[in-house]
């Protein structure tokens, strides 16, 4: 009597057709390894503010001078003096820095006991951080490690598929073995349809991280001249935040340390934007030059009293003092003189029409 296909089948699985070949697959098998992946999985607990959770590959994209630098070590800070992370085993790989900028953030990261890396000193190279890691990975020494590099390009070609699928995988080996990792990016200069921004180079770098966010500018707090910028999470596969905002005094002038010491969280339910009664340019030139005129001559205590005159940021009234900075009374409103030391004294120009 022939068999029926079902029956045969139901025979082969009892053991009593003949004998299947093994599955391959066996020796990768995690089956009975669940304790051990239980002591690797870290729990999503938030590292630096709430977008950074620990045991996670995070990336960040931003502009040229967002302040995604500025941030990130505003919520290293935080995280250290809240104990959230071990600054013995936080690592800042610093690339993308000029030497004066790179004094500076080495003593704000002496203060907290962080290790900062840089290429070109002690013998670090780009290369190096990858070696290491690779060595962590294999000796099983990666648990609470918190690795953030600044910025990605310069450790890896995001332009270049191989080289990015490479990066990544190593990535994702170190993140299981209970390390996190942070990635500075860039976008691209020229933002998408949607006036959004775009990441900067191939889609697996988004794609093959935990998680992912765009900060940009989204305005300015019109009573203090602060920036305000907003990371939007884009990709996420854990409990990290979906917005944050945060502002600082962008003023070019401030020293690092002191701008460093302006960021703060915003709420997301604040109002951001322009004062609908934002002074008119005629106003901060009437302004500046009473402030002159009664002795305040110096060009940070000019911007200073505008500010709180007017209610405008100190850069607003910089510009102004600028654009209207020069020796001809025809174009321009006040001029400066070098003093002691070099000292910049403002004086207010006579009108073209006084000069005979």
Same mark, same amino acid.
């Given at each position: 009597?022939?068999?029926?296909?079902? #029956?045969?089948? $139901?025979?082969?699985? *009892?053991?009593?057709?003949?004998?299947?070949?093994?599955?391959?697959?066996?020796?990768?098998?995690?089956?009975?390894?669940?304790?051990?992946?239980?002591?690797?999985?870290?729990?999503?607990?938030?590292?630096?503010?709430?977008?950074?959770?620990?045991?996670?590959?995070? /990336?960040?994209?931003?502009?040229?001078? #967002?302040?995604? &630098?500025?941030?990130?070590?505003?919520?290293?800070?935080?995280?250290? !003096?809240?104990?959230?992370?071990?600054?013995? =085993?936080?690592?800042?790989?610093?690339?993308?820095?000029?030497?004066?900028?790179?004094? @500076?953030?080495?003593?704000?990261?002496?203060?907290?006991?962080?290790? %900062?890396? @840089?290429?070109?000193?002690?013998?670090?190279?780009?290369?190096?951080?990858? $070696?290491?890691?690779?060595? %962590?990975?294999?000796?099983?020494?990666?648990?609470?490690?918190?690795?953030? /590099?600044?910025?990605?390009?310069?450790?890896?070609?995001? %332009?270049?598929?191989?080289? /990015?699928? *490479?990066?990544?995988?190593?990535?994702? !080996?170190?993140?299981?073995?209970?390390?996190?990792?942070?990635?500075? *990016?860039?976008?691209?200069?020229?933002?998408?349809?949607?006036?959004?921004?775009?990441?900067?180079?191939? @889609?697996?770098?988004?794609?093959?991280?935990?998680?992912g966010y765009l900060l940009e500018s989204v305005g300015e707090i019109a009573s203090t001249g602060e920036r305000v910028v907003e990371f939007t999470c884009v990709k996420s596969r854990g409990r990290a935040a979906r917005m944050a905002r945060y502002a600082y005094d962008p003023d070019p002038d401030l020293p690092y340390a002191e701008r460093l010491c302006t960021v703060r969280e915003v709420d997301l339910n604040d109002e951001v934007g322009q004062s609908d009664n934002h002074p008119?340019? @005629?106003?901060?030139?009437?302004?500046?030059?009473?402030?002159?005129?009664?002795?305040?001559?110096?060009?940070?205590?000019?911007?200073?009293?505008?500010?709180?005159?007017?209610?405008?940021?100190?850069? /607003?009234?910089?510009?102004? $003092?600028?654009?209207?900075?020069?020796?001809?009374?025809? &174009?321009?409103?006040?001029? =400066? *003189?070098?003093?002691?030391?070099?000292? %910049?004294?403002?004086?207010?120009?006579?009108?073209? #029409?006084?000069?005979?």
């Amino acid at each position: 009597m022939k068999q029926s296909k079902g #029956s045969a089948r $139901l025979i082969r699985i *009892a053991g009593k057709g003949p004998k299947r070949k093994p599955n391959l697959f066996i020796p990768y098998s995690l089956l009975g390894a669940g304790d051990e992946l239980h002591r690797y999985a870290v729990e999503q607990t938030p590292l630096l503010g709430s977008i950074c959770l620990g045991g996670e590959a995070t /990336v960040i994209y931003g502009t040229y001078n #967002s302040g995604k &630098t500025l941030i990130t070590l505003h919520l290293i800070h935080d995280a250290v !003096r809240q104990d959230r992370i071990d600054p013995s =085993y936080f690592v800042y790989a610093n690339a993308d820095d000029s030497s004066g900028g790179l004094a @500076a953030k080495a003593r704000l990261l002496d203060d907290l006991g962080v290790h %900062m890396i @840089a290429p070109g000193f002690r013998g670090f190279t780009t290369n190096a951080l990858l $070696l290491r890691m690779e060595e %962590m990975i294999e000796s099983d020494s990666a648990e609470g490690v918190f690795i953030v /590099v600044d910025t990605l390009k310069k450790f890896v070609d995001v %332009m270049d598929k191989k080289s /990015v699928r *490479a990066f990544t995988s190593l990535i994702r !080996r170190f993140v299981m073995k209970r390390g996190t990792f942070l990635a500075l *990016a860039h976008t691209n200069k020229r933002p998408g349809s949607d006036g959004k921004p775009i990441p900067e180079g191939t @889609a697996d770098i988004l794609s093959d991280f935990d998680c992912g966010y765009l900060l940009e500018s989204v305005g300015e707090i019109a009573s203090t001249g602060e920036r305000v910028v907003e990371f939007t999470c884009v990709k996420s596969r854990g409990r990290a935040a979906r917005m944050a905002r945060y502002a600082y005094d962008p003023d070019p002038d401030l020293p690092y340390a002191e701008r460093l010491c302006t960021v703060r969280e915003v709420d997301l339910n604040d109002e951001v934007g322009q004062s609908d009664n934002h002074p008119t340019e @005629a106003d901060i030139i009437e302004t500046i030059e009473q402030c002159i005129k009664h002795g305040t001559t110096t060009k940070m205590a000019i911007a200073t009293t505008t500010r709180l005159a007017l209610n405008v940021s100190r850069r /607003v009234a910089l510009k102004v $003092l600028e654009n209207h900075t020069g020796s001809d009374p025809a &174009t321009h409103r006040w001029n =400066y *003189a070098r003093r002691d030391h070099g000292r %910049m004294e403002y004086f207010v120009l006579k009108p073209a #029409s006084d000069g005979g």
